[in-house]
């Protein structure tokens, strides 16, 4: 089965960017389709973004559409999670999802992952 790990949180001010990957081994990447979510103090873990398995779709929530860009390299066996125009409400755990699937879709339901990362924290100042 895939093991995931992040990496690249860190703590910044509001309004600058920051870039978190997730490392898979042990499976074939290709054939995951990935997600981030979230996870803010005291709430609830939340979708943020989801990529196909070929990188050709792509998913996000409308807290950060247009802010955050998913994107992954096969080769690399690597997900990438872009963030621009960071904010205070961005602050929260980030996690790193897999499912394996044949079809190239994403999916953005928490439930529908079946592997996931230990989380790297992002703390946004203001």
């Known amino acids: 089965q895939v093991q995931l790990v992040e990496a690249g949180g860190g703590l910044v001010q509001a309004g600058d960017s920051l870039r978190l990957s997730c490392a898979a081994s042990r499976g074939t990447f290709s054939t995951y389709a990935m997600g981030w979510f979230r996870q803010a103090p005291g709430k609830e873990r939340e979708f943020v973004g989801a990529?196909?398995?070929?990188?050709?779709?792509?998913n996000y929530a409308d807290s950060v559409k247009g802010r955050f860009i998913i994107s992954r390299d096969n080769a690399k066996n690597t997900v990438y999670l872009q963030m621009n125009s960071l904010k205070p409400e961005d602050t929260a755990i980030y996690y790193c999802?897999?499912?394996?699937?044949?079809?190239?879709?994403?999916?953005?339901?928490?439930?529908?992952?079946?592997?996931w990362g230990q989380g790297t924290l992002v703390t946004v100042s203001s």
């Open positions: 999802a897999a499912r394996l699937t044949v079809a190239d879709v994403y999916y953005y339901l928490l439930s529908q992952y079946d592997y």
């Open positions: 990529i196909s398995r070929s990188g050709r779709y792509t």
